[in-house]
């Protein structure tokens, strides 16, 4: 069994920022070394950001990742904001968080439904994608998209929210509540569930803050960093909210940190919601011009921290901005999670620090086939990890998470 | 119809090649299969390798290092297949084709046979794609660009159908 | 420890190895330091503060590359920024990706787009450009024109 394989997974799972070639070498079941490699969506965004001006960055950095598209933005105008000095008026600061924690359930359920068909659940796949439809709905009758939605501007939003939809979007995100504590019933308390992620591709505290892990990868670990309470920016500072945080930091860990959050974003989007109703005024300072500086501006994304640094000479492009996605400094913790665990457990290892890809995304391209490599496939992947489902299901007598049959009036 | 093309009428086998792309398209795509828009119905699903695919569907620009490896993996595909461009990037390259990373239009080196334009395209545009594109084939008007001679080819977006 | 405290640690610390200190904003200081003193700066904002590294930023500036390494206070909310500036000829750095997993990938990043050579490094490699990258063609540089 000492015999080396190497199992390529990539480059392809489309549902995440950075497409990633990972190569698991294996021993056996045993995953003994993990070489990740980047580049296939590279496309060169900080150069071609140069080139735009302030107002057009803000359309480019929306298309970075489609499931982030209020976090790069809202973070990009709060760097153009730090480096001129632009006011932002109140009211705007409130649809800004409103928006970005709508992101956050949609994207949260993205992951879980993606989770679950990972480890040979489709029903959760299903019903968590279905729930994610209403919460598009709520953020089209917002911003007027799906996705990519248009809101930021340096300055202020877009789009102020009608006064008349406001108890139209309350009502809607309320009706979220029943599925999501369906989600975390089916999650939580179910053995077979717990099973297959518990104690499985942990992270330690100390591993977490050595990588610079962020978001739900860092707090799952017991790292207790949140940019919306740390760093005070948009409305936060006039929220009450919770930053959830667990202690083991395996797979189970980070799912139910997710889960969590998604109450907490409710309970967010609610009190702005509150506000926007008590208050009225402008949503947008206008200015005119962004004075020379330079500025640094973060907001807590789904996966985690997103940096954005803006450099102004004081005419209207930016001379240069960096961009920092929360999975590039989340995908180096793989390197400690996958080593030492089984075949059939790395794709939800892997999966855990929500780059969220699934096996249909991707495919086993055969770059550098030599003897003595045996070549698995995604779907051998999926294959193998469901199999290890069934096992458990036959050797425990354990069922799946049942959903129970659940009407929407 | 021959035969061939027949079975390309039925219920599809759709493989997902996502070249460099902000995802939302390949969320849209997974969005037209799950249970609001439910593709499935029509038997329309989703494989995890491009060998058993009836449809691929390309979606964003694609970079040098991508490029390279879509080329090689369009080669395993069974014929006949067709080719849909879902969004704005297939077509032109968006904001994205000044880019030093930046390749070549995919339809310089792949056969779309159909381009669903916009950023992301809706659910129901896609749907809408795939029924222009199965009427296409039943009436004869459409044809596979992979079953066509390559010396034929056009070499513009413009000349293949856009839907 | 406040913010008052934080900077004079720093500067009694690093003394004359600091260029200039500059008080952007409550949240935002800046301090320019000489290249020689990037690891030990570093280790001071791990050690002394758990400082949790962001990213580093390098641009090509008319005087010379400047690098910018951005460190995240959480608990006491601000972030300081490490201001490096490199010699056009000589762009050159000690790497601290052996005290800092975090900075392993960013300075790869920053070697491969912007040509930063890091002594030091454990596995200075290409992370995002294409294996068949020209040698000495770098992206982030403001000479750099797109060859295709």
């Known amino acids: ?409 | 119809m021959n035969r061939t093309i027949n079975a390309l009428t039925r219920s599809l086998n759709v493989f997902h090649l996502a070249g460099s792309a902000c995802n939302n398209c390949d969320i849209e795509i997974l969005d037209a299969l799950t249970p609001r828009y439910d593709l499935e119905r029509f038997g329309i699903t989703l494989v995890g390798s491009i060998r058993h695919a009836d449809v691929l569907l390309v979606s964003g620009v694609f970079n040098r290092k991508a490029a390279i490896r879509a080329m090689e993996l369009l080669e395993q595909a069974p014929k006949p297949y067709l080719v849909l461009g879902i969004g704005g990037c297939p077509c032109t390259g968006l904001m994205f084709r000044n880019s030093y990373n930046w390749d070549r239009p995919p339809s310089d080196y792949m056969n779309i046979d159909a381009f669903v334009p916009g950023c992301p395209p809706k659910p129901e545009a896609i749907i809408s794609a795939v029924v222009k594109v199965v009427e296409g084939l039943r009436s004869g008007a459409l044809v596979p660009r992979c079953l066509q001679d390559a010396t034929e080819l056009a070499e513009t977006p413009e000349a293949a159908g856009t839907v | 420890m406040d913010k008052f405290d934080i900077i004079t640690t720093i500067q009694r610390q690093l003394g004359d190895r600091i260029l200039a200190v500059q008080r952007k904003s409550d949240q935002r200081i800046y301090i320019e330091i000489t290249p020689q003193s990037v690891q030990e700066a570093s280790r001071l904002m791990l050690d002394e503060f758990a400082a949790r590294l962001q990213i580093a930023t390098g641009v090509d500036t008319s005087n010379g590359y400047e690098v910018m390494y951005h460190w995240a206070l959480d608990n006491e909310g601000f972030v300081i920024t490490l201001r490096v500036l490199l010699d056009h000829a000589s762009a050159e750095l000690d790497s601290i990706a052996l005290m800092c997993p975090a900075a392993e990938w960013i300075e790869r990043e920053m070697w491969e787009l912007l040509g930063i050579e890091f002594n030091g490094h454990p596995d200075l490699r290409h992370l995002l450009l294409a294996d068949d990258w020209p040698e000495g063609n770098y992206p982030m540089r403001h000479n750099h024109e797109v060859t295709t």
């Open chain 1, 1 to 409: 069994m000492n015999k080396r394989t190497i199992v390529p997974i990539g480059p392809y799972h489309a549902l995440q920022e950075e497409p990633e070639f990972f190569k698991l070498h294996v021993e056996g079941e045993k995953v003994v070394h993990l070489d990740i490699e980047l580049g296939y969506n590279h496309r060169g965004i900080e150069k071609l950001s140069e080139s735009k001006t302030f107002e057009e960055t803000i359309f480019l950095v929306e298309r970075i990742c489609g499931i982030c598209s209020t976090s790069h933005p809202l973070a990009c105008v709060q760097a153009v904001e730090d480096a001129g000095e632009i006011p932002v008026p109140e009211r705007a600061l409130f649809i800004r968080s409103a928006v970005g924690e709508l992101e956050r359930i949609h994207s949260h359920l993205l992951w879980l439904g993606l989770a679950g068909h990972f480890i040979g659940f489709n029903t959760i796949w299903m019903w968590a994608w279905r729930f994610r439809e209403d919460v598009l709905n709520i953020l089209e009758l917002i911003t007027g998209n799906r996705n990519h939605y248009g809101m930021m501007k340096p300055g202020g939003v877009r789009r102020d929210i009608n006064k008349t939809d406001i108890p139209a979007i309350s009502k809607l995100l309320d009706s979220l509540q029943d599925p999501i504590k369906l989600f975390r019933d089916a999650v939580v308390q179910d053995p077979l569930i717990h099973a297959r992620t518990k104690g499985i591709g942990i992270l330690t505290r100390e591993k977490a803050q050595d990588y610079g892990a962020l978001g739900p990868t860092a707090r799952a670990s017991g790292y207790d960093i949140d940019v919306r309470r740390d760093h005070p920016h948009a409305a936060y500072p006039m929220l009450d909210f919770d930053v959830i945080t667990c202690e083991k930091g395996d797979v189970f860990d980070k799912a139910v940190v997710r889960i969590l959050e998604m109450f907490e974003s409710i309970r967010i989007i609610q009190q702005c919601l509150t506000q926007l109703e008590k208050s009225g005024g402008p949503v947008d300072s206008n200015p005119k011009t962004v004075p020379a500086g330079e500025g640094i501006g973060f907001y807590e994304a789904p996966r985690g921290e997103v940096f954005h640094y803006v450099r102004s000479d004081g005419s209207n492009r930016p001379i240069r901005h960096k961009v920092r996605a929360p999975s590039f400094m989340n995908v180096p913790t793989n390197r400690e999670t996958v080593l030492g665990a089984t075949v059939a457990d790395a794709t939800i290892i892997l999966a855990a620090v929500d780059p969220c890809y699934c096996c249909t995304e991707r495919m086993a391209v055969a770059v550098g086939h030599h003897d003595g490599e045996r070549l698995l496939n995604a779907r051998d992947l999926m294959r193998l990890s469901c199999e290890k489902t069934d096992r458990l299901m036959a050797e425990t007598g354990l069922r799946g998470p049942s959903l129970p049959d659940f009407q929407r009036e």
